[in-house]
């Protein structure tokens, strides 16, 4: 009966320490996952602040391509085409810019709208008429092709 008893003991404390073991498993595992779930919120935020950024990004990107497309238009025009009566060269040089002279009525017609001949590219040699004009994802900035 002793030993009965004596066995009886041992299996409720091996029980017990099973139990202790498992609540403390819990707890580690509960806290594993609190860790996991502030790095995943923190994951999912960044990763929709990124999305944010890269739709604008895109955006940008579409918005500079159709403007490269439309410059390169214009420098194809202007290489492939006779200049007409409006379209004048600036500084008089006979390289042609983007100079153009409005033709009104009298009092109007002496105004001119265009670069002047100090910001002409093509004068000043910075742009040759074969070069192609390359944007960068920022909207102030412009390259040229070689």
Same mark, same amino acid.
């Given at each position: 009966m002793v030993s009965n008893? %004596?066995?009886?003991?041992?299996?409720?404390?091996?029980?017990q320490k099973r139990l202790d073991d498992l609540t403390a498993e819990i707890a580690l595992?509960? %806290?594993?996952n609190g860790r996991i779930s502030t790095g995943i919120n923190a994951t999912t935020q960044h990763f929709l602040s990124v999305e944010a950024?890269?739709? /604008?990004?895109?955006?940008? /990107?579409? %918005?500079l391509g159709n403007r490269l497309d439309s410059l390169n238009e214009i420098l194809e025009l202007l290489t492939t085409t006779t200049p007409s009566p409006a379209i004048t060269a600036?500084?008089?040089?006979?390289?042609g810019c983007f100079g153009f002279e409005y033709e009104a009525p009298a009092?109007?017609? %002496?105004?001119?709208?265009?670069l002047s001949s100090s910001s002409c590219f093509m004068?000043?040699?910075?742009?040759?008429h074969?070069?192609?004009?390359?944007?960068?994802a920022a909207a102030n900035d412009v390259f040229l092709v070689n």
């Amino acid at each position: 009966m002793v030993s009965n008893r %004596e066995s009886a003991r041992r299996s409720r404390m091996r029980k017990q320490k099973r139990l202790d073991d498992l609540t403390a498993e819990i707890a580690l595992l509960a %806290e594993e996952n609190g860790r996991i779930s502030t790095g995943i919120n923190a994951t999912t935020q960044h990763f929709l602040s990124v999305e944010a950024d890269n739709s /604008v990004l895109r955006a940008q /990107v579409g %918005e500079l391509g159709n403007r490269l497309d439309s410059l390169n238009e214009i420098l194809e025009l202007l290489t492939t085409t006779t200049p007409s009566p409006a379209i004048t060269a600036c500084g008089g040089g006979g390289g042609g810019c983007f100079g153009f002279e409005y033709e009104a009525p009298a009092p109007m017609a %002496e105004q001119h709208y265009g670069l002047s001949s100090s910001s002409c590219f093509m004068n000043m040699g910075f742009l040759n008429h074969n070069q192609l004009i390359m944007a960068s994802a920022a909207a102030n900035d412009v390259f040229l092709v070689n």
